[in-house]
């Protein structure tokens, strides 16, 4: 520590110790300004506070310094300065050191000093915080100036911090300063749905002064509330006292009191009604804007898949066409089907006499079968067969008396004849 206390020599003298003696005091400040919860500090503070019992420490001096050349460290005029004109801003990058020129040792000690690491971290823990706390709220994207700092004031420590926190912002683009016709600082955070930075309108300032006359009117209500109830409690008094007079100007007071609040209450209402009006607005904005950028994506996609109504109308029309083809050729199918013999126009007679034919030819073709097969039956068997079939028809008429042929008339030879087939 004797070391890291003491005056720091030229970094070409030991460039070892320079650099380690460097990282400590750097990685020292930047804790310290981040455990206050401020950006803004100077040479003077920085050695009162890391002072070690007698020892104050000499190289913070060179330390910030040097901090200021590598842009870590910036002054708050410079810092202040970038607000007026982007030109000047961006200048302040080209030589971050430019504002040391003519600058004296004691001069740069009281000077006040901007640490950029905890500014940015500054704003980020901000920013985090306005999305959390302003969320649920109608119109959240308008904060007041002042409403803002108060309940910040755990993340963010002073007042001339804040400002520097809310300038950074607006560099950003998440945040715009305005300032309504009474001269309220008003805030307009960037829409999350929106493109480009926020930009402060004269609508933002009438939701503030709207907000404005809602809160006074909320302070009004509740006095009266509470007055309405002293008064009606002074009266029961007075008349408990037997005091009639009293309790009558007291009543009288009271319904003074009710009719005020009562007029203050109509009054609440008919701002918040104004207030959900412009919600309302806003939303139908962004509807629209959804609207429109739908609109134009279904456009482009209808343009990639080539489909128009020219094109639509042309395909609808071809395919017309070949239904049409189709109908004819289906009806020309069904013409000449129609010329044709349908089955309706059979006589179902000839039909049955054509089968029962088939079926008599098919019986005797059996039954022929059948005695052949018999026939054949008995010639294995050894047994003489004669065919019948084969044998003439018997004539139906008797033939006349012929002589004898060889002493033997022809009726006994048949006779013999037949016996012998028997």
């Not at 959900?276 to 482009?300: G, N, P, W």
């Not at 349908?342 to 008599?360: K, Q, W």
């Amino acid at each position: 520590m004797v070391g890291l206390m003491s005056q720091l020599k030229a970094r070409h003298v030991n460039p070892t110790n320079y650099d380690r003696v460097t990282k400590f005091w750097t990685n020292l400040i930047d804790d310290y300004c981040k455990y206050e919860r401020t950006c803004v500090v100077t040479c003077e503070e920085l050695k009162k506070k890391f002072r070690r019992g007698a020892q104050i420490p000499s190289p913070l001096s060179t330390i910030l310094q040097e901090m200021c050349r590598d842009g870590t460290i910036q002054s708050a005029e410079d810092l202040k300065r970038r607000s007026q004109g982007w030109l000047q801003w961006g200048m302040s990058f080209l030589n971050p050191a430019s504002w040391l020129n003519g600058k004296n040792q004691e001069e740069f000690n009281k000077m006040r000093l901007v640490h950029i690491p905890t500014l940015k971290k500054l704003a980020d823990d901000l920013l985090e915080f306005y999305k959390v706390e302003f969320e649920m709220a109608d119109c959240p994207e308008v904060v007041g100036f002042d409403e803002l700092r108060e309940r910040s004031s755990n993340i963010i420590k002073d007042e001339e911090c804040f400002e520097f926190v809310i300038d950074e912002l607006t560099q950003r683009g998440e945040v715009s300063l305005g300032t309504t016709k009474s001269g309220d600082k008003v805030l307009k955070f960037k829409d999350q749905g929106s493109r480009g930075p926020a930009k402060f309108t004269d609508t933002d300032a009438s939701v503030h002064e709207i907000r404005r006359s809602l809160s006074k009117l909320e302070s009004e209500i509740k006095r009266l509330e509470t007055r309405e109830k002293s008064l009606q409690e002074e009266a029961r008094l007075a008349v408990r006292k037997g005091d009639r007079k009293s309790a009558l100007n007291i009543l009288r007071r009271k319904k003074r009191a009710e009719k005020d609040l009562h007029d203050k209450d109509i009054q609440c209402q008919r701002l918040l009604s104004m207030l959900e009006q412009l919600v309302q607005t806003k939303q139908t904005r962004e509807i629209i804007d959804i609207y429109k950028t739908s609109t134009q994506a279904f456009k482009a996609s209808l343009a990639r898949q080539g489909l128009t109504v020219e094109n639509i109308d042309e395909t609808i029309d071809s395919v017309q066409d070949v239904m049409d083809d189709y109908k004819e050729i289906e009806d020309a199918l069904s013409e000449g089907i129609k010329m044709m013999p349908s089955a309706a126009t059979i006589d179902e007679g000839e039909l049955e006499a054509e089968l029962n034919e088939i079926l008599e030819g098919d019986k005797k073709a059996k039954e022929a079968a059948s005695a052949k097969a018999e026939i054949e039956n008995r010639v294995k068997v050894g047994q003489r067969v004669i065919d019948l079939n084969d044998l003439p028809e018997v004539p139906s008429h008797v033939p006349p008396k012929a002589d004898k042929l060889n002493g033997k008339s022809l009726e006994e030879r048949w006779r013999k004849l037949r016996e012998t087939a028997q």
